[in-house]
């Protein structure tokens, strides 16, 4: 069994600020960095931290060659990844003392990943491998459909959402990672337990981890409802957190580990993520994610 993410590929330019620059406000930062980000790329670190055959299909532009580098690096294979004529996508990112964050994202070469491109990448891997998907890339329809018609897995976060979110067939999803806030806006509820009956009847199938925050996850099928505590941590940067969550989980889950062990492990690695600065490079290996204890912190 294969993992292959098909995902944004970022250059996240951080600025560390005392708080959220407000319209017409002009204000200096502490610190800027440049580094690896993206929501595809955060969550194939995040995934290959606990699953060995990783793979990771995406566009950059030649600027972000330094990208596919560190996938690679960290022993990701990347030689699905193709370069665009377009610059690679960028994220100018606000983190405030408070460890909150505000992105702005330009598209660029993540938009440029045509048909044939897709069907080439898919056409390497077979009914039961496990397609993983955000939403910062497009021909988000096409891939879906085409990775159903395979049989493999498929695997949505809807991050970040938009109004075509609602066009996708959750029918030919397995497993879907939301948050509250795309939670009601898929299914139009307010409350967690209508959110809940909501996917039941209409996705039987479809398994869905809802987080929510410093109130911890929960996961649902049609039998179960399995719920998980926050842990409660020092934040400092809270960009990444949830790519954390989704590759731990889903790395856990489809090893068929039994699903709290599944919620615990992706609580504890996002939460280790959030006390340190960055995306991607906030990522805690699997054996930092283990020995955590909330009271070590
Ligand atoms: O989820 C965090 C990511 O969102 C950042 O790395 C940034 O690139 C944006 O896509």
Not at 67 to 90: A, C, Q
Not at 144 to 153: A, P
Not at 211 to 220: A, E, K
Request: charged share 30%; proline share 2%.
């Amino acid at each position: 069994m294969k993992i292959i993410n098909f995902g944004s590929l970022n250059i996240d330019i951080f600025f560390r600020v005392n708080h959220i620059v407000k319209p017409g406000e002009t204000i200096s930062a502490q610190s800027i960095e440049k580094r690896a980000g993206g929501k595809g790329l955060n969550q194939s670190i995040a995934l290959v931290k606990n699953f060995d055959k990783v793979y990771h299909a995406g566009s950059v532009g030649s600027d972000g060659a330094f990208l596919k580098e560190y996938l690679k690096g960290e022993g990701i294979d990347t030689s699905f990844i193709k370069e665009s004529k377009n610059p690679t996508g960028n994220a100018i990112i606000q983190v405030d003392d408070k460890g909150e964050n505000s992105i702005v994202l330009y598209k660029g070469a993540n938009f440029d990943n045509d048909k044939e491109y897709i069907a080439q990448v898919l056409s390497k891997f077979d009914k039961d491998d496990i397609l993983v998907l955000q939403n910062e890339i497009n021909n988000m329809e096409y891939i879906i459909d085409m990775g159903y018609k395979k049989q493999m897995k498929l695997v949505l976060n809807p991050s970040p959402i938009t109004k075509e979110v609602k066009k996708f067939d959750l029918n030919k999803i397995d497993l879907l990672l939301v948050n509250e806030t795309e939670a009601k806006e898929i299914t139009n509820c307010q409350d967690i337990d209508q959110i809940i009956e909501y996917f039941r009847e209409n996705y039987p199938d479809l398994k869905v981890v809802i987080t929510l925050g410093c109130n911890g996850s929960i996961f649902v099928d049609k039998e179960n409802k399995i719920c998980q505590e926050a842990y409660n941590v020092e934040a400092v940067d809270s960009t990444g957190a949830g790519d954390t969550f989704t590759g731990f989980f889903v790395a856990e889950f489809y090893k068929n580990k039994d699903v709290n062990d599944c919620l615990k492990l992706a609580t504890k690695a996002s939460a280790l993520s959030v006390t340190k600065q960055g995306a991607s490079i906030s990522i805690p290996n699997i054996e930092e994610v283990k020995k955590f204890d909330e009271e070590d912190l």
